[in-house]
């Protein structure tokens, strides 16, 4: 060119031995920059051509469309009057570092080594649709403005090397839909900005490795829809704000390794995980969550490889687990979830091939759930506080424990529930449960028998007859017989306060004379009376004979005897007694059918139970 100004000659100059040339504020036409990239000068003996300009302010517009740029393009520091145009370009690598620009067009751009705008400001759009960069792209420390618009558009972009966007600042969307990422796609310390709309935007994303964003700050919501990763998702330390929506959605994703939110991670808005997948551990351990009055945390349909940990972390609103599936276990110690007016935890139809632990300092202010849960250990509530309902019901357990300590203040819902061993304190059930189905193949604590008993009366749907016969067959089984008539006998007790008043009366009177025939020394204890009584009055008066020639010789004792049972003779039948007597006799007599009935009736249970 010959109307170079002496700056511009200054970089013409320098080009063939790659020298790097600072202009300090000079300006340079983008037209020259453009003859250069496009030359075909051959460079100084072994060295490579190429335009390495610092501090330059570039007038006029950089537009490489749709061409193939041999040699690479360095600015650093420099100033943009027009946003460069590089759609459809080809180039070796592209740096514009520490570079102001109004904008940055570079739609379906291949760049085969790494592209840089570390530490640039670009005051409009970043379009980077469907490119492709072999190298690695560098965003750390740039800062991106495009407030209430797209800050970043990088759908379909692919970056073989990775993308790495440290403590970059992005006012506006940041977008990498259907994005491509190798390697590591590393967002630390980044602050994306974008109230009540999507802050990222990355749905569909693969990356070859690990996503992190440790200690990013959003607003807005960050969005990872149906993202797939082979590595780990990093969120340590990380702050998301997108108050009374979706702070984090990542609905359908599957990651490689473990999800780390944890150490510090907060978020004011709810986590979405339906149907994500993670093949190791997710980790929201002391993690700090906030949604009031909804779903803080969701996970339904979730799939986990390894354990859920939740222990410590502070949830202001509803964790919302149904349908969720853990290899692992399930973690709450120490963790504080509060909903009030509803669901604290909702975990039904959860599967858990270990365990699951609301133990040592678990708290929930609002209703946990566990309706038709799978869990293959220990359901641990040993130490928990619930101030709401505890749902149970048609769950399945390996063990199912509460302590000494453990605090119900709602109701206890274990309708068809069943665990193999039931490792409680009766005394840390609430005031109201439902037990009707509910099943233990073992007690760990099977006696005292009357805290067993008492903790039956307190079942709201009133007389239900499985509890008691669930828990004497248990007691037979395991040799306590004698508590298992005590239960029996119970059952029968409350059956009766539910029966009319006839039913009442004769149901005491079985109780009184034998216990409903699991105390059958009272029958004895009353017959010894009773025949004591009329061999006693009968023989201070014999009774008249009915045929004086015929009548046996009188003896009072077989005489009370054969009052007494009426079904076997004595041959004390021959005599007739008149007046008060003959009420007495009469006494005697139905006393002695309703013991026998009662006895016989008690026999019949017994022997039916065996």
């Given at each position: 060119?010959?109307?170079?100004?002496?700056?511009?000659?200054?970089?013409?100059?320098?080009?063939?031995?790659?020298?790097?040339?600072?202009?300090?504020?000079?300006?340079?036409?983008?037209?020259?920059?453009?003859?250069?990239?496009?030359?075909?000068?051959?460079?100084?003996?072994?060295?490579?051509?190429?335009?390495?300009?610092?501090?330059?302010?570039?007038?006029?517009?950089?537009?490489?469309?749709?061409?193939?740029?041999?040699?690479?393009?360095?600015?650093?520091?420099?100033?943009?009057?027009?946003?460069?145009?590089?759609?459809?370009?080809?180039?070796?690598?592209?740096?514009?570092?520490?570079?102001?620009?109004?904008?940055?067009?570079?739609?379906?751009?291949?760049?085969?080594?790494?592209?840089?705008?570390?530490?640039?400001?670009?005051?409009?759009?970043?379009?980077?649709?469907?490119?492709?960069?072999?190298?690695?792209?560098?965003?750390?420390?740039?800062?991106?403005?495009?407030?209430?618009?797209?800050?970043?558009?990088?759908?379909?972009?692919?970056?073989?090397?990775?993308?790495?966007?440290?403590?970059?600042?992005?006012?506006?969307?940041?977008?990498?839909?259907?994005?491509?990422?190798?390697?590591?796609?590393?967002?630390?310390?980044?602050?994306?900005?974008?109230?009540?709309?999507?802050?990222?935007?990355?749905?569909?994303?693969?990356?070859?490795?690990?996503?992190?964003?440790?200690?990013?700050?959003?607003?807005?919501?960050?969005?990872?829809?149906?993202?797939?990763?082979?590595?780990?998702?990093?969120?340590?330390?990380?702050?998301?704000?997108?108050?009374?929506?979706?702070?984090?959605?990542?609905?359908?994703?599957?990651?490689?390794?473990?999800?780390?939110?944890?150490?510090?991670?907060?978020?004011?808005?709810?986590?979405?995980?339906?149907g994500m997948r993670v093949k190791g551990n997710l980790?929201?351990?002391?993690?700090?969550?906030?949604?009031?009055?909804?779903?803080?945390?969701?996970?339904?349909?979730?799939?986990?490889?390894?354990?859920?940990?939740?222990?410590?972390?502070?949830?202001?609103?509803?964790?919302?687990?149904?349908?969720?599936?853990?290899?692992?276990?399930?973690?709450?110690?120490?963790?504080?979830?509060?909903?009030?007016?509803?669901?604290?935890?909702?975990?039904?139809?959860?599967?858990?091939?270990?365990?699951?632990?609301?133990?040592?300092?678990?708290?929930?202010?609002?209703?946990?759930?566990?309706?038709?849960?799978?869990?293959?250990?220990?359901?641990?509530?040993?130490?928990?506080?619930?101030?709401?309902?505890?749902?149970?019901?048609?769950?399945?357990?390996?063990?199912?424990?509460?302590?000494?300590?453990?605090?119900?203040?709602?109701?206890?819902?274990?309708?068809?529930?069943?665990?193999?061993?039931?490792?409680?304190?009766?005394?840390?059930?609430?005031?109201?449960?439902?037990?009707?189905?509910?099943?233990?193949?073992?007690?760990?604590?099977?006696?005292?028998?009357?805290?067993?008993?008492?903790?039956?009366?307190?079942?709201?749907?009133?007389?239900?007859?499985?509890?008691?016969?669930?828990?004497?067959?248990l007691y037979q089984r395991t040799g306590h017989d004698?508590?298992?008539?005590?239960?029996?006998?119970?059952?029968?007790?409350?059956?009766?306060?539910?029966?009319?008043?006839?039913?009442?009366?004769?149901?005491?009177?079985?109780?009184?004379?034998?216990?409903?025939?699991?105390?059958?020394?009272?029958?004895?204890?009353?017959?010894?009376?009773?025949?004591?009584?009329?061999?006693?009055?009968?023989?201070?008066?014999?009774?008249?004979?009915?045929?004086?020639?015929?009548?046996?010789?009188?003896?009072?004792?077989?005489?009370?005897?054969?009052?007494?049972?009426?079904?076997?003779?004595?041959?004390?039948?021959?005599?007739?007694?008149?007046?008060?007597?003959?009420?007495?006799?009469?006494?005697?007599?139905?006393?002695?059918?309703?013991?026998?009935?009662?006895?016989?009736?008690?026999?019949?249970?017994?022997?039916?139970?065996?």
């Amino acid at each position: 060119m010959d109307d170079l100004t002496a700056p511009e000659q200054r970089v013409w100059d320098a080009f063939p031995d790659s020298l790097p040339v600072d202009l300090a504020g000079e300006p340079v036409r983008a037209e020259v920059l453009a003859a250069l990239a496009l030359s075909t000068r051959p460079g100084t003996l072994g060295r490579t051509p190429a335009v390495r300009l610092f501090n330059a302010r570039i007038t006029g517009l950089l537009d490489l469309s749709l061409a193939t740029v041999p040699h690479p393009l360095i600015l650093v520091g420099c100033a943009f009057e027009h946003p460069p145009v590089l759609d459809g370009a080809r180039l070796p690598t592209l740096t514009l570092a520490r570079t102001r620009l109004p904008a940055l067009q570079a739609v379906g751009t291949q760049i085969t080594g790494g592209l840089s705008l570390r530490g640039s400001h670009v005051e409009g759009p970043v379009r980077l649709n469907v490119a492709k960069v072999g190298g690695i792209l560098d965003l750390s420390s740039a800062r991106l403005a495009a407030p209430g618009g797209v800050a970043f558009d990088g759908d379909g972009l692919t970056a073989e090397d990775g993308l790495f966007a440290h403590r970059m600042e992005a006012s506006g969307e940041f977008r990498l839909q259907d994005a491509r990422i190798g390697r590591r796609c590393d967002l630390t310390g980044a602050r994306l900005s974008n109230p009540g709309h999507d802050a990222l935007h990355a749905d569909a994303l693969k990356v070859d490795g690990i996503l992190e964003m440790s200690s990013v700050t959003t607003e807005g919501r960050l969005s990872i829809r149906g993202a797939t990763l082979t590595g780990a998702l990093l969120m340590e330390g990380a702050t998301l704000s997108n108050p009374g929506a979706s702070a984090l959605y990542a609905v359908q994703s599957e990651i490689g390794e473990s999800a780390r939110l944890c150490d510090g991670f907060s978020a004011d808005g709810e986590l979405t995980f339906g149907g994500m997948r993670v093949k190791g551990n997710l980790f929201l351990r002391g993690a700090r969550l906030s949604n009031p009055g909804r779903v803080a945390l969701s996970l339904p349909g979730a799939t986990l490889n390894g354990p859920l940990m939740l222990e410590e972390a502070r949830v202001t609103g509803e964790i919302h687990m149904i349908d969720a599936g853990v290899r692992g276990g399930i973690t709450f110690q120490n963790a504080h979830v509060s909903n009030p007016e509803g669901a604290a935890l909702s975990a039904a139809r959860v599967k858990a091939d270990g365990a699951v632990d609301c133990c040592k300092g678990f708290t929930a202010t609002g209703r946990v759930s566990f309706t038709s849960a799978e869990i293959a250990r220990d359901l641990c509530f040993d130490g928990a506080r619930i101030e709401g309902d505890l749902e149970l019901k048609r769950s399945r357990s390996g063990i199912l424990r509460l302590g000494r300590t453990t605090t119900i203040l709602g109701k206890a819902d274990l309708r068809h529930a069943s665990t193999g061993v039931l490792a409680d304190f009766p005394t840390a059930w609430p005031d109201s449960v439902r037990l009707d189905g509910f099943a233990y193949e073992s007690l760990h604590r099977p006696t005292p028998v009357a805290d067993r008993l008492q903790l039956l009366t307190r079942d709201t749907d009133g007389y239900i007859p499985q509890p008691y016969e669930h828990l004497a067959a248990l007691y037979q089984r395991t040799g306590h017989d004698a508590a298992a008539r005590n239960v029996l006998l119970a059952k029968q007790r409350r059956r009766r306060s539910g029966q009319q008043l006839p039913l009442q009366i004769w149901g005491y009177l079985q109780d009184w004379t034998v216990g409903y025939g699991y105390r059958p020394q009272r029958a004895a204890t009353w017959l010894i009376a009773l025949l004591a009584l009329g061999t006693v009055v009968f023989a201070g008066h014999h009774p008249p004979p009915l045929k004086k020639d015929e009548a046996p010789e009188f003896n009072p004792f077989l005489y009370a005897l054969d009052l007494l049972v009426p079904i076997v003779s004595f041959g004390q039948d021959g005599f007739a007694p008149r007046g008060g007597y003959q009420w007495l006799a009469a006494a005697l007599t139905a006393s002695g059918w309703i013991l026998a009935t009662t006895i016989i009736a008690g026999a019949s249970r017994v022997l039916s139970r065996q």
